[in-house]
C-alpha cells in the first residue's frame, strides 16, 4: 500500500541528508544554552540555600541525566531518520501523534514568543544607550497593545531575522549554530574578566543568604538536579528533530556529550563566577546578563555585547522552539502545511499570543506554561519505553506512512487507546504536582513523577494482548546513515 498523503510530505519523510556532524550538535547545543535565560537559569541555581560545590555536583548529577535522557531521542531520530511527531506514531498511533505533537508546539511557540521578546530587549537596551534621547521621545512613550512603538520595531526586526533563518530549512539553521554558539563564549568569557578585574578578584560564590537544616538541604540538592533536568525536557522530547541529519550514532553521543555535561557545566561556572563579580562591584546580584552589558561604559562594547545576547536569544530559539512547531504542524495537514509554513504559522501566532504579557505575568508562565511543561514527562515515559524496551528499536518506518489496519501503527482508527490510558492518569498526576501549592516542595519533580508513571502504566498495559492487534514488527529499519 503506497504512503498516504494524510501522513507524509518532503519535510516528514526519512531523510536521505546527513550533514549534521559532532560539531553542528555541539554548536546546537551552545546556541540552546548560551542565552540570556540559559544564563539567568545557571546562576540561579547557586540562590537555593546550597553551598557552592553542592551546586556544582548537583548541576553535574543532573546534566548527566539530561545526557542519557537526550541520547534516547537522538539515538531514536538517527537510527529512523525521522522527526519528533513521526517518531511519535509508534506508540500513539498514526494519528494519536497529534497529542505529543501538538502538545510540545504549543509550549513552543509560547516560548518562542517569550525569547523573541528577550531578544528584542537586548536591543532596546542597546539603542537606549546609543541614544539617550529615544528614551523621552514618544516613540519609546508611546503604547500599542503593552508595547512600546519602539518596543514592537525591535521585536519585529528579532521576529523577521529569526523567520528568514527558518525559511531556509534545516540546512541554514545547521550553518546558524555553527557560529552563533561559540560567539557568545567571547562576550561571555570578556566580561567575566572585566568583572573580575573590576572586583579585584574578591568574590563569594556561595551567593545565597539562606541556612538550611540538613533536610533542607538534602531536598535542596535534590531539587537543583530535577531542575536541571526539567531545563532540557522540551529538547530531551524531540532531539530527533536534529539527530535525524547525524550521520551516525557516535557523532550523536559525543555531540550531546560535549555540548551538555561539557559545555553546560563550563557555562555555569562562569555565569556564577559573573554573578558573583556584580555583588562586588555593584553591590548586588544581577543575573540578567544583558542589564550587566548595559553597564559597560564603552559604547563599541555594550553594542558587541548587547548584539551578541541578541544572537544568542535567537538562537535558543530555533533550536528549541522553531523547528519543533514547524514539523509539529506539518503533522497535522501534511498535505497542507510543509516545514516553512509550519514555522511561519508558530512564528504568526508567537505575536497574537503577545509573549511581554504572558512573561510579565507570573500566574501564566507558572500554570499555563508550568502546566504544559508537567505534560512532557508522561509523554517522555510512554514514547521512549515503547520504543527501546517494548519494540526494542524494531520499526518499520513504511508502516509509519501507511494510514490504514495494514499498519500495526494503526491501533484502532489511527489512535492507540494505551498510550492515551497511560497519558492521561500520568499527565493528571504531574499537573497536581507541579500546580497544586500545597504540593510545592515537589513541584521541581513532576517531571520524573510524570515520566515514572506514564512508562509504568505503559508497560502494565502493554504486557496484556489485544484482541486483534498485529504484534509489533520484527523488521529493524534501516539507518540510511549507518551506525557509528
Same mark, same amino acid.
Given at each position: ?55 556544582? #555536583? ?24 525521522? /522527526? ?88 541554514? #539553521? ?9 560567539? &557568545? ?24 543568604? =539562606? ?84 553597564? &559597560? ?37 501534511? =498535505? ?20 511581554? =504579557?504572558?512573561?510579565?505575568? /507570573? ?30 528499536? =524494531? #520499526? ?47 513541584? /521541581? ?21 489485544? /484482541? ?17
Amino acid at each position: 500500500m503506497a504512503a498516504s498523503e494524510r501522513l507524509l510530505n518532503a519535510d516528514l519523510a526519512p531523510t536521505t541528508d546527513r550533514t549534521w556532524r559532532t560539531y553542528d550538535l555541539f554548536a546546537m547545543w551552545m546556541s540552546d544554552i548560551h542565552s540570556i535565560g540559559g544564563y539567568t537559569f545557571a546562576a540561579g541555581l547557586f540562590f537555593l540555600g546550597l553551598v557552592a560545590w553542592q551546586v556544582l #555536583v548537583a548541576l553535574v548529577v543532573g546534566i548527566i541525566i539530561a545526557f542519557l535522557a537526550v541520547n534516547l531521542s537522538g539515538i531514536a531520530g538517527q537510527k529512523l531518520g525521522v /522527526p519528533f511527531p513521526v517518531l511519535s506514531r509508534i506508540s500513539f498511533g498514526l494519528f494519536g501523534a497529534n497529542i505529543p505533537a501538538l502538545t510540545r508546539a504549543i509550549i513552543a511557540i509560547a516560548w518562542y514568543g517569550i525569547q523573541t521578546y528577550l531578544a528584542s530587549v537586548a536591543i532596546l537596551v542597546l539603542v537606549l544607550r546609543v541614544s539617550p534621547s529615544v528614551g523621552t521621545s514618544s516613540l519609546y512613550r508611546s503604547d500599542l497593545l503593552g508595547l512600546s512603538y519602539l518596543g514592537w520595531i525591535c521585536f519585529l526586526i528579532i521576529w523577521v531575522i529569526q523567520l528568514l533563518v527558518l525559511s531556509r530549512g534545516m540546512e541554514t #539553521v545547521r550553518r546558524y549554530q555553527d557560529w552563533a554558539g561559540p560567539l &557568545v563564549w567571547v562576550v561571555m568569557l570578556a566580561l567575566m574578566v572585566w568583572l573580575l578585574v573590576l572586583a579585584g578578584g574578591k568574590i563569594n560564590l556561595n551567593l545565597s543568604s =539562606k541556612t538550611l537544616s540538613s533536610g533542607q538541604a538534602v531536598l535542596a540538592f535534590f531539587t537543583a538536579i530535577s531542575l536541571v533536568v526539567a531545563y532540557f525536557s522540551t529538547l530531551m522530547l524531540n532531539f530527533c528533530d536534529f539527530s535525524r541529519f547525524a550521520p551516525t550514532r557516535r557523532s550523536v553521543i559525543v555531540g550531546n556529550l560535549l555540548g551538555l555535561p561539557v559545555n553546560f557545566t563550563a557555562f555555569a561556572v562562569v555565569s556564577v563566577l559573573v554573578t558573583a563579580a556584580t555583588i562586588t562591584v555593584f553591590g548586588k546580584a544581577i543575573t540578567d546578563p544583558v542589564l550587566i552589558v548595559s553597564k &559597560v561604559p564603552n559604547t563599541a562594547v555594550l553594542v558587541l555585547g548587547a548584539a551578541m545576547f541578541a544572537v544568542a536569544t535567537i538562537g535558543i530559539n530555533i533550536v528549541a522552539n522553531f523547528v519543533s512547531p514547524a514539523y509539529d504542524l506539518a503533522n497535522v495537514a501534511p =498535505k497542507y502545511i510543509n516545514f516553512q509554513r509550519g514555522g511561519l504559522i508558530a512564528a504568526v501566532v508567537s505575536i497574537v499570543v503577545m509573549p511581554w =504579557k504572558i512573561y510579565a505575568n /507570573p500566574v501564566a508562565v507558572n500554570y499555563f506554561l508550568g502546566g504544559l511543561g508537567a505534560l512532557l514527562g508522561p509523554l517522555f515515559g510512554i514514547i521512549f519505553l515503547d520504543y527501546f524496551l517494548i519494540r526494542r528499536q =524494531k #520499526v518499520d518506518v513504511d508502516d509509519l506512512y501507511r494510514e490504514g489496519t495494514s499498519s500495526p501503527y494503526w491501533y484502532q482508527g489511527g489512535v492507540n487507546p494505551r498510550a492515551l490510558a497511560a497519558f492521561i492518569p500520568a499527565a493528571a498526576v504531574s499537573l497536581i504536582v507541579a500546580l497544586l501549592p500545597a504540593l510545592g516542595s515537589a513541584a /521541581p519533580f513532576s517531571w520524573f513523577i510524570g515520566a515514572g508513571l506514564g512508562a509504568g502504566i505503559y508497560w502494565i498495559l502493554s504486557a496484556v494482548p489485544a /484482541p486483534g492487534r498485529r504484534p509489533a514488527p520484527t523488521r529493524v529499519a534501516p539507518s540510511p546513515g549507518g551506525q557509528g
